[in-house]
């Protein structure tokens, strides 16, 4: 009875030990390492990237690989909405409706998306914050380019500092020059954007996958829910990126044409 006593209490110790660490950043997993090996690739998630390639042949001008890469690490159900908007970014929009806009140029990037599969609301234990995020071609691909860039979503609720949360763009990251140059275009826009420096959101941390740029720096967006919300006729998985509305072009192309604006800059 000592004996099991004794058990009981190592195992309850342990367990203590071990949780508020796995809670203290409020996921579920501490890395996509440990969710992969808990949930069903194709059921409860499902995983896209590619890597656009450079182009030639004799007679053609060159199409040089662009050194952008655009992500939606919590897509899907989780962040509802960064999906399409980090697709679109990228320059991929089959499947996409077009009556609404389209995009103002045809330049592609390289992307990665992790799509929640789960019925809404049962997508939290799919979040492993930027910081944790080990998936080796979300990284391999981030570490091949100049500029990242991240979507995020967070509740109206979330920006604090006299910061209105009604259809906000928190921009964070560790490339200022860009943050920079991405408030002022996304303001000019008309949007209700600007850079952060509220601890959750401020994306400063260089393990925070975005920031894993060759150049170590990248940036991020936490778009509120009502921001979201507002891009498409129905808000649901199955229907948003056919329901896109002008709103939803309007964003999309002016942070593309300020990537294009910051990637030359570079050069
Ligand atoms: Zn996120």
């Known amino acids: 009875m000592n004996k099991i006593l004794k058990t009981a209490i190592l195992s309850i110790t342990l367990f203590s030990l071990v949780l508020p660490t796995a809670k203290a950043k409020g996921d579920y997993y501490p890395s996509m390492t440990a969710l992969y090996a808990d949930n069903k690739e194709g059921v409860h998630y499902t995983r896209e990237w590619k890597q656009q390639e450079a182009k030639y042949s004799t007679g053609s001008s060159l199409v040089a690989d662009s050194n952008i890469f655009v992500a939606a690490l919590h897509g899907g159900s989780i962040e509802m909405g960064t999906t399409e908007l980090a697709l679109a970014t990228s320059g991929e929009i089959d499947g996409f409706n077009a009556d609404k806009g389209t995009l103002s140029n045809q330049t592609k990037h390289d992307f990665f998306n992790f799509n929640g599969m789960n019925p809404p609301g049962q ?7 930027a910081s944790n995020y080990d998936d080796k071609d979300a990284l391999r691909l981030v570490e091949q380019n100049k500029v990242g860039v991240a979507f995020h979503g967070c509740t109206d609720a979330q920006p604090t500092g006299g910061y209105n949360g009604y259809k906000a763009i928190l921009i964070g990251g560790l490339d200022t020059d860009l943050k920079i140059l991405m408030e002022k275009r996304l303001k000019q ?15 400063d941390m260089p393990q925070n996958l975005i920031n894993k740029t060759s150049r170590k720096a990248g940036l991020q967006f936490e778009m509120t829910t009502s921001m979201r919300a507002s891009l498409f006729g129905t808000n649901t998985r199955e229907k948003r990126r056919t329901t896109t509305n ?13 990537l294009l604006e910051y990637e030359k800059g570079l050069n």
């Open 123 to 129: 997508n939290g234990n799919l979040h492993v914050t």
């Open 189 to 203: 826009a008309g949007f209700n954007a600007y850079i952060t420096n509220q601890e959750l959101y401020d994306g």
């Open 246 to 258: 002008s709103d939803f072009w309007h964003l999309t192309n002016t942070i593309r044409e300020a």
